[in-house]
């Protein structure tokens, strides 16, 4: 018997489309799933999307909204993508942070920024801050000095908004030492077997050029991954008083 | 010898595609004329912002636009006419007795007569791929003269738009602004796989806002035109942003002429 596990990310307030995503894990008979932060921001439903992952006890990293959330911040500190996007992003963070409870707030607040299983790590961004975006065509030293320096074999991340799956093989790292006044470098090499980075991509602001939600099943024994891209264009609609008071931070909400 | 062909058909059915086709295979002088069709219960026609004529005119600049030159001398007759008209039904017979009355009455304040008459979905001469038969049809659309658009925000934008964000859009076709000059043909169909994005041949020097046309036509059904206003209004970039994209293409504009 294999044993799967999926791994959500970047919910962002979009009760519909995780209720369709984490009902699609079920349907798998999938019980162990990990979520990779920024359970609010942009949608209409911070507070139910963060009472849903407490109910159902799902291991979650910090995110970088769920981190400026909290700390008071008005807007994300992440570079946004477009002037569209930092718009709805500083709309989003002032209307979202009014409505989060304090006692979800307590939650965000202790949200561990990594999660570590043997030798999978999960993170938000990056091991070094849950604002780093590892892009699918970052350097292959850079990415590969991410995962080898975090002691991990796969690293799961999101925050990109984009799902991929990038090995790194036959890497190695040579470093070189130089002390204070000392020429005398030095030099250490070590050759690396393949590290691998998942990128689960979103379920909540998909940017993947589709509208549809993504997660990752990973498969603990063959190591085997896949990127599931769920439609949720039928999601509930959102209560006509939400509707009312809630800015366009996101389409179609 | 004039040729004059009404080219009839409904939205997104690639008129103005077959039309511009046919200008660059024939061989001598060229003339456009845009009229507006008929609307019908529950039928709205797309408002007819010179997007077509625009697009026409910069891929064939000789091209005459009958409604712009109407009353300027013309140094030779025009050899082949072609005259768009949107319209959802086929026509009830071929040929002038065909021609829907509105478009008659356009026509005689051209002095015009078309000796052809072709509808998109009814030749077989024409393509017929996307040629779609709408129930209902609501239009709107946004003069955006003068507007600069963020690129990137146009991207996103563009994808919610066809992907139903704004209500279930069927045809989306739009001239817009880029901060470094150019100008974009956007244009979607339902029944496409993905949108057209093509470059204008005119492009305006990276310096304020360009003068020139630009729109935007929607036409679907359960459209949110107070959805649309709004992200349009984040996307487009102000005087001052404008000048941040525009200020190092003109240092780089000099510097490339000065070692030149």
Request: glycine content about 6%; charged content about 25%; some cysteine.
């Given at each position: 018997m294999t044993m799967s596990h999926a791994v959500i990310s970047c919910l962002h307030a979009n009760l519909a489309a995780c209720e369709a995503v984490l009902a699609d894990i079920d349907q798998q008979g999938i019980d162990t799933i990990t979520c990779l932060g920024d359970l609010v921001g942009y949608g209409p439903q911070p507070n139910e999307v963060i009472e849903l992952v407490r109910e159902r006890s799902i291991p979650t990293c910090q995110g970088c909204w769920d981190e400026d959330i909290i700390d008071g911040l008005n807007a994300c500190e992440c570079s946004y993508p477009s002037q569209l996007?930092?718009?709805?992003?500083?709309?989003?963070?002032?209307?979202?942070?009014?409505?989060?409870?304090?006692?979800?707030?307590?939650?965000?607040?202790?949200?561990?920024?990594?999660?570590?299983?043997?030798?999978?790590?999960?993170?938000?961004?990056?091991?070094?801050?849950?604002?780093?975006?590892?892009?699918?065509?970052m350097s292959a030293f850079a990415a590969l000095e991410r995962v080898e320096t975090a002691g991990a074999e796969t690293l799961f991340c999101g925050h990109t908004h984009q799902p991929y799956v990038r090995e790194l093989s036959e890497g190695s790292i040579r470093v070189s030492v130089q002390t204070n006044g000392n020429h005398n470098d030095s030099e250490q090499a070590m050759t690396l077997p393949m590290r691998r980075i998942i990128n689960a991509g979103s379920v909540g602001e998909p940017r993947h050029g589709s509208t549809k939600a993504t997660y990752v099943v990973h498969d603990d024994d063959s190591g085997a991954v896949s990127v599931v891209k769920w439609s949720t264009t039928s999601p509930k609609p959102v209560k006509p008083s939400l509707r009312r008071d809630y800015p366009r931070c996101s389409p179609g909400v | 010898m004039q040729n004059t062909w009404l080219i009839t058909g409904p939205p997104g059915c690639g008129k103005t595609t077959w039309i511009r086709?046919?200008?660059?295979?024939?061989?001598?002088?060229?003339?456009?004329?845009?009229?507006?069709?008929?609307?019908?219960?529950?039928l709205q026609q797309g408002h007819n912002a010179g997007i077509d004529s625009t697009w026409l005119q910069d891929q064939i600049p000789e091209l005459l636009d009958l409604r712009t030159t109407a009353g300027a001398?013309?140094?030779?007759?025009?050899?082949?006419?072609?005259?768009?008209?949107?319209?959802?039904?086929?026509?009830?017979?071929?040929?002038?007795?065909g021609i829907d009355p509105q478009v008659l009455r356009q026509l005689e304040v051209f002095n015009l007569r078309p000796d052809r008459?072709?509808?998109?979905?009814?030749?077989?001469?024409?393509?017929?791929?996307?040629?779609?038969?709408?129930?209902?049809?609501?239009?709107?659309?946004?003069?955006?003269?003068?507007?600069?658009?963020?690129?990137?925000s146009l991207s996103s934008f563009w994808f919610e738009l066809v992907n139903g964000a704004y209500g279930d859009v069927y045809r989306?076709?739009?001239?817009?602004?880029?901060?470094?000059?150019?100008?974009?043909?956007?244009?979607?169909?339902?029944?496409?796989q993905s949108s057209q994005f093509l470059p204008l041949e005119a492009v305006e020097p990276p310096a304020g806002r360009p003068n020139r046309t630009s729109h935007l036509v929607v036409q679907g059904r359960a459209l949110d035109p107070a959805g649309i206003e709004s992200t349009i209004d984040d996307c487009l970039l102000t005087d001052d942003v404008l000048e941040l994209h525009q200020a190092p293409l003109r240092d780089r504009q000099h510097a490339l002429q000065s070692n030149g």
């Open positions: 996007a930092e718009r709805r992003g500083h709309r989003a963070h002032h209307w979202a942070a009014e409505r989060i409870t304090e006692d979800n707030k307590v939650f965000l607040a202790s949200l561990p920024m990594t999660l570590r299983r043997d030798r999978l790590l999960f993170v938000h961004g990056s091991p070094n801050s849950q604002h780093e975006y590892l892009l699918p065509d | 086709d046919s200008f660059l295979k024939h061989q001598g002088t060229c003339a456009y004329l845009r009229l507006s069709g008929s609307e019908q219960d529950g001398p013309r140094p030779t007759a025009p050899r082949l006419l072609l005259i768009e008209v949107q319209q959802f039904q086929p026509p009830t017979s071929s040929g002038p007795d008459s072709l509808h998109f979905g009814l030749d077989p001469e024409l393509p017929h791929e996307d040629v779609l038969d709408f129930k209902r049809l609501e239009s709107w659309h946004r003069n955006l003269q003068g507007c600069v658009w963020d690129p990137n989306a076709k739009a001239l817009m602004n880029m901060p470094d000059g150019r100008s974009f043909l956007c244009n979607w169909m339902v029944s496409q």
